[in-house]
């Protein structure tokens, strides 16, 4: 009876683990898209916000190719420890340097009052990763608790952190846009760094979830 127990845990985890490589399959190709077309976009319009959530989404593409090697060796437990803790550290370095880029960019985009122009498909983006972001969390959350994988709650934190920058990066744009604001974009990416610098910190001290998350 035991065994048989056993046997369905292991096919149960089984699942769970081959459904977390298709959220990560998923991240991947979505951030890459959303970065790519984010940073161009931003590039075009002269917006710091836009580019530094495009350089954001491409962060996350590491962060998921990580959890998918992490996936991969689900059934060796010590690899698979090591893998959690350097993935974690990389991408803390990554959120760090993400921040530095932001601040400075934004600070002199405000010193030397550099205007952006308003871009329509950085609004249509930061609309669209306001839906489907939401839907990631919750679904990486679900099987981060039934496999007890403290990375893959990490990575959802970063994934909810996209949801917030969305946000942030949808208010700046829109007031550039609307009401000619042009300050809006570079304070957009301002309030940005203190939740990129967090994310940063909590990967370089190797947290991987809030006690409250943990499974």
Known sequence: MSEQIISLARIERSKLVTKGRRLEYFTIAYNSLEGLIAVVAGLMAGSIALVGFGFDSLIEVTSGAALLWRLHLDADESRRERVEAVTIRIVGVLFLLLAAYVSYDSIKSLI????????????????????????????????????????????????????????????????????????????????????????????????????????
Do not use: F, H
């Not at 122009?117 to 990763?129: H, M, T, Y």
């Not at 939740?195 to 006690?211: M, N």
């Open 112 to 215: 030397w009052r550099e205007q952006p122009r308003a871009s329509i498909p950085g609004i249509v983006l930061a609309i669209a990763s306001l839906i489907v972001m939401p839907l990631l969390v919750r679904s990486k959350r679900k099987v981060a608790r039934g496999i007890k994988s403290g990375a893959l709650m990490a990575d959802s934190k970063q994934t909810e952190l996209c949801t917030y920058l969305s946000a942030i990066l949808l208010a700046g744009l829109l007031l550039n846009a609307l009401v000619g604001w042009w300050w809006a974009d570079p304070v957009a990416a301002l309030i940005m760094v203190p939740i990129i610098v967090k994310e940063g910190i909590e990967g370089l001290r190797g947290e991987t979830c809030c006690d409250d998350e943990c499974p």
